[in-house]
């Protein structure tokens, strides 16, 4: 049998699965939203992300992240090993490529909680993803939500608000929203768009 050449897909793209990403400002509830859905439905993949970070207490290898060196980061990313990377806060995160294709090639559902600049290089990428906008009911309650913790300086809490408002203000760019009032309505509601029964 014939070796599929890397990074094919031995099944037409048109009979697998829809990557679905979601993406939305800081603070909206993404990473609640998609711990809920994924109680519910362990099926759905979520895509762990590599990340030039050191690992927090708790934190295993290959399950909550890949973690790699600059070296390794820089290699990823020259490769077009990674679907999109980005830096935050001083360090690179990016989706590994082949994984995810993996997954869909074999009829997986599979979801990318990324930022904004993340989701653009998958639809640069990826065109047919699915991608959703996670909304805050009000920019009142985002505000709340970044502000509510209460541990850190004024001039960070101004900088993530400024950043939330670049953030909403790309929307537009999405394929659908979704208004996180609750967290088990959106859940739902994301599981819908993915086609998970």
Known sequence: ???????????PPDARPRLTVLSGPSGVGKSTVVAHMRKEHPEVWLSVSATTRRPRPGEKHGV????????EMDKL??????????EFAGNRYGTPRDAVLQRLDSGEPV?????????????GSMPEALLVFLAPPSWEELVRRLTGRGTEP??????????????????????????NTSVEDVAR???ALMEVV
């Not at 909550?64 to 070296?71: A, G, N, Q, R």
């Not at 979801?111 to 639809?123: P, Y």
């Not at 001039?155 to 659908?176: M, N, Q, Y």
């Open 111 to 123: 979801l990318l909680e990324i930022d904004l600049q993340g989701a653009r290089q998958v639809r």
């Open 64 to 71: 909550h992240y890949f973690f790699v060196s600059d070296e």
């Open 154 to 179: 004024p001039e960070v809490i101004e900088r993530r608000l400024e950043a939330a408002r670049i953030e909403l203000a790309a929307e537009p760019e999405f394929d659908t929203t979704l208004v």
């Open 189 to 191: 509601e994301l599981l």
């Open 77 to 86: 990313i020259a490769n077009g090993e990674l679907l999109e990377w980005a």
């Open 1 to 11: 049998m014939a070796a599929t050449p890397r990074g094919t897909s031995p099944v």
